[in-house]
């Protein structure tokens, strides 16, 4: 799975207290850090992995931030790459079937590309192509490729998901703007939270 942050953070299920670390944090002061920093919904469903929630985000931390930690920037650097990737990829897709090289996808260059194709891929490619050609022309032009590519990598992260991303830093338990990998082991380390 290319994004699986997000979903880890839906089905995490530690907090505690900052046992063994050195953030002098009581028990009740970092469950109302946490329960400040999740979204409520999010906060009710909290009986997942631990383990595997601090896993992920420790390699968003190491993979985009610096120094075992990461700031806002890292956090929408990372958010930035992923939409990214998606865009490239999906303009990737159409851009294969530009045979003669010229920026425009047209209906006939599709269907010499879509020949080649399985029968299923066949008929995903036909269906993409005319969702993506927006005015109906049989032509996809460079602004409707990358309308296509733009929508796609917003459907692929949403903004509901970026929040929650951003929403990580609210995990910063020591305050200092930063989510380092001592935050993260004060929530890992600690007791369960009583709520
Ligand atoms: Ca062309
Ligand atoms: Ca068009
Ligand atoms: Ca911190």
Redesign the pocket.
Known sequence: MRYPIVAVFAFWGVTGVAQGSDLPLAMDELGDRIADAVAPDTLSKLEGDPQAFAKEVAELILGYGHDG?IGAQGIENFIALERAYWRARELRRFLLADLDGDGDITAGEMSVLAATQSARQRGKSVLNFRAADRDGDGVLGWGEQRANAEALAKTKLPESEAELLRGLLGL?????????L??LDALLTGASLSR
């Open positions: 930690s910063d338990l020591d305050r200092d703007g930063r989510l380092s001592e935050d």
